[in-house]
């Protein structure tokens, strides 16, 4: 599976721009879903992950009330809506996926930058 993210770029703080990954097979319904993020000089952290059935949601604390995690997979893409964002989610945003039988993600996005200015 190769994923591609995109809807990154400059944002004004408080700012709501939509990430969207897109995966390259129809496996895609078949594993679950991740965004993990790395701010500069910082270790990657989870941001959001949503099951192949689109039940089960969480977040990161940090994010939890501001990004919502959806998925289409009949588009075979996840996508992360990002609202009231501030200065500190300035990072690189990595899309992953793994098998659900798992918890090591396999597939990893090439990642797109997010910049929030004050």
């Known amino acids: 599976v190769q994923l591609q993210a995109s809807g990154g770029g400059l944002v004004q703080a408080g700012g709501s721009p939509r990430l969207s990954c897109a995966a390259s097979?129809?496996?895609?319904?078949?594993?679950?879903m991740a965004w993990f993020r790395q701010a500069p000089g910082k270790e990657r952290e989870f941001v959001s992950f949503?099951?192949?059935?689109?039940?089960?949601?969480y977040y990161a604390g940090s994010v939890k009330g501001r990004f919502t995690i959806s998925r289409d997979n009949a588009k075979n893409t996840v996508y992360l809506q990002m609202n009231s964002l501030k200065p500190e989610d300035t990072a690189v945003y990595y899309c992953?996926?793994?098998?659900?039988?798992?918890?090591?993600?396999?597939?990893w996005g090439r990642g797109t930058q997010v910049t929030v200015s004050s």
């Open positions: 992953a996926a793994r098998s659900p039988d798992t918890t090591d993600y396999r597939y």
């Open positions: 097979e129809d496996t895609f319904s078949t594993v679950s």
């Open positions: 949503i099951n192949l059935s689109k039940g089960r949601t």
